[in-house]
């Protein structure tokens, strides 16, 4: 829906590609497609009240135009949205309000309702005439902190105009932030009427369909940098009047004009059972920054934003704080406001638990910055703007709920670079100070004093596993305590000066006795090699891994920086892979390391060391 003037428009020809996995409840289709049986309802909207239930749906108050130049108010009236015999009616109207000439509805369910995977699904009555834009889709959970494209949007149903044609389409950002778009359109025969409209989407693909009826499907590729598509995303729906794509040849014949819907249903897969810690716990009291032993790290975006300064940390301990001295703020450009960085890597934390972020920030200069806590690849864990004003303290406070099944690195991060409403000026320059630093919970653990026997060769003992900034593996022998420490892995990283280790070791508190200990020790002490790289063909290299067992597999990075800058990954299977379709000409850089696959959850190995090739 977002920046439609960027979409790249395919052929109106859809492709005819059968699937028989897709269970549909409406009665639409004269085809009977048969459930595969591992799906379960897990949520819906029926709309079978007599008003909007915000407690699923959020109202959207604007007239902004959508970011496509829009003529429509989007307003939060009965007038417009409004829910009665069974069906939400979203209803476009011609009359002048706010500025604009129509006024109309659009509803979200962030923060309510997202949903990473599964299969979301409408049944739909569209309004048909020139100028008229209806739309079913979804953005990623992360928008407020990442923005759009980085967020990924996944466009489920979109028409326009006065035609039968429906659009599915995929947006993410690439290369610098540049909205890579697909699109397919498919002919639904008469878009007045009922039909189902949704999205099959899992890890690989995401497949989009009209009454049961698959007709395009994408690939979900690291290499094409789509990671956002493998994270929550929250569902839209929206009338929309005139914009880029539709035109601004209204026909005004056509007001009131109202998008039906029957229900909104959400399908997933069911996690697969494991088998969950029932020993004795204990309770924890954490500050994840006062017990922290590195040090504070660094960014300043000279040849991105002609941004300069220094960080200077306000005394021996992180909890300290830290004062950054912007000499030059530079220029507004992409995601700008991380051109000047303050930022803890490589936090502890116990998954699953809620933890508290407190912080005092002070700025010579008012000052918009963006605090964030960042997990693996930069994804938001939490992240919001917030406005200081010129020498007056600002006392931060936000709850930061840590997922219970997340495993990665962890991250505070302060963006004090210029961004959009800056009340600071272009090349101008502060100093801010942040103080009074923690980063603390309350939480409930497996207790790591509790023997809990497991049957490998002999060994037995207790088992305790935590996240840290720092790497240590302890075993003593076929009996007595295995502890393992894991590193946040932090560093190497483009924007960072840090005294603090790397290591792409992860793991989860959460986990414990949830998985072979002896196997991830082995796993996590494991460094792989690859025996040979080699291009013997135009633009392909060959990849041998000197084979390990007992793995599940192997993640391949690879870059034509050196530093691993711009990287992307290809996850195998077996211990030797071709790439193709490599630059001519350019030297690339290999490592890879090994992992295995438990309940459900992913344990690495350590990086090899880098191979350099010059692609044929």
Known sequence: MRKWFRKCMASLCAATIAFSGMYIVGNESTKDVKADGEYQLVWSDEFDGTELNRNNWNVEVNGNGGGNNELQYYVDRTNNIQVSDGTLKITARKENYGGKSYTSGRINSKGKQEFKYGKIEARMKLPRFSGIWPAFWTLGANYSSVGWPKCGEMDIMEAINDNNT???????????????????????????????????WDENSAAFYVDGYVYERYTISTQSEMEEFRKAQFIILNLAVGGQLPGYNINQNGFPATME?????????????????????????????????????SFFGQTWCGTYGNVIGNGAKVTDGVTINVTDAGIIQGDSQWSAQANIEGLKYYAGNDYVLKCTLVSTESKKVFVKIAGDDEESISGEYITLVKN????????????????????????????DGDPMVQNGSFSAKITNLSFSTTAVIPDPSYAETTTNNGNSGNNSTTNNGNNSTTNNGNSGNNST?????????????????????????????????????????????IISAKSKKKRSVKIIIKKQTNVTGYVIKYSTNKKYYGYNTKQIKKNIYNFKKLSSNKKYYFKVRAYIKQDGKKIYGKWSKSKKVKVK
């Open 392 to 419: 007056r303290p600002y006392n931060y406070e936000k709850k930061v709920s840590i997922p219970s099944d997340y495993a990665g690195k962890l991250d505070l991060k302060f963006g004090f670079g210029r961004s």
């Open 485 to 529: 420490t894991n590193n946040g892995n932090a560093g190497n990283n483009e924007t960072n000066n840090s005294n603090i280790n790397n290591t792409d070791i992860t793991n989860n508190v959460s986990d414990v006795n949830n998985i072979d200990n002896i196997s991830i020790q082995q796993i996590q002490n494991s460094k792989t090699k």
């Open 261 to 297: 819907v029957d229900w909104v249903r959400v399908y997933q897969k069911p996690e697969k059972e494991s088998t969950k810690y029932t020993g004795p716990t204990i309770t924890v009291n954490q500050d994840a920054i006062g017990e922290y032993t590195g040090a504070w790290t």
């Open 166 to 200: 429906v659009f599915a389409n995929l947006h993410w950002s690439y290369k610098n932030s540049q909205a890579d778009t697909k699109g397919k359109t498919y002919d639904v025969g008469d878009r007045t009427q009922w039909h189902t409209y949704g999205m099959e």
